[in-house]
Structures are given as C-alpha cells and as structure tokens.
Nanobody, 117 residues
Framework: QVQLVESGGGLVQAGESLRLSCTTS????????MGWYRQAPGKQRELVAS???????NNAESLKDRFTMSRDNVKNTVYLQMNSLGPEDTAVYYC???????????WGQGTQVTVSS
C-alpha cells in the first residue's frame, strides 16, 4: 500500500513560518509529480504547488511569493516552505503524488496548519 507521510503542521502566529514535509517510497517518488494541496473549512481543495521529478516547480500564483516547494531525491521527500503565514492560510495541507506514466494519484492523510491572528 502506497503511503505518503506528511509532517510539520501546527499552530503558529501570523507572520511566522512553517515547513511541511512529505515522504514516500522511492518507487513512487521517482516517477511522480509531487504536489501540495490545501483545503480550508467550507472551501474546495486547491493546488498550492507542484514539482516534477526533474525538479521543475509550479506554484499557485497567489502564493508564489511566500510558499516554496522543493524535493530531495535522496530522501524521497518534498518540502513546502511557508513564510509570512496569515489566518487565510489556515487549512489542512495534503501531499499528492501523481505518476507521470499512468496519472494514478496517491494522497497523504493531511496535516493541519492553523494560523492565529
């Protein structure tokens, strides 16, 4: 069973930073576009950022100045560095892996990020 294990969420104050991590197996990691999504209460899940196996990153336009996604191909891990957090960033953040060959997707369990004002 494919597992994506997320970590790094928590409660922070506005203006602070957090870094989320997501780790999976090498067999999945090496052939997948990895992505971070988030879902706030009462809202649809939205793409935050994604990164290809070769390291090309794509960020949501509204977040690119504050959020940065990266991947470590040795550790089979992707990161989401989030700076200058605000209450509007409060959401459950999900890690996603999508195979470049089959488009099959896998999801992590989600990690809660709460930003207090």
């Amino acid at each position: 069973q494919v597992q994506l294990v997320e970590s790094g969420g928590g409660l922070v104050q506005a203006g602070e930073s957090l870094r989320l991590s997501c780790t999976t197996s090498r067999s999945i990691f090496s052939i997948s576009v990895m992505g971070w999504y988030r879902q706030a209460p009462g809202k649809q899940r939205e793409l935050v950022a994604s990164i290809t196996p070769s390291g090309r990153a794509n960020n949501a336009e509204s977040l690119k100045d504050r959020f940065t996604m990266s991947r470590d191909n040795v550790k089979n891990t992707v990161y989401l560095q989030m700076n200058s957090l605000g209450p509007e960033d409060t959401a459950v953040y999900y890690c996603n892996a999508r195979s470049v060959y089959t488009s099959r997707e896998y999801w992590g369990q989600g990690t809660q990020v709460t930003v207090s004002s």
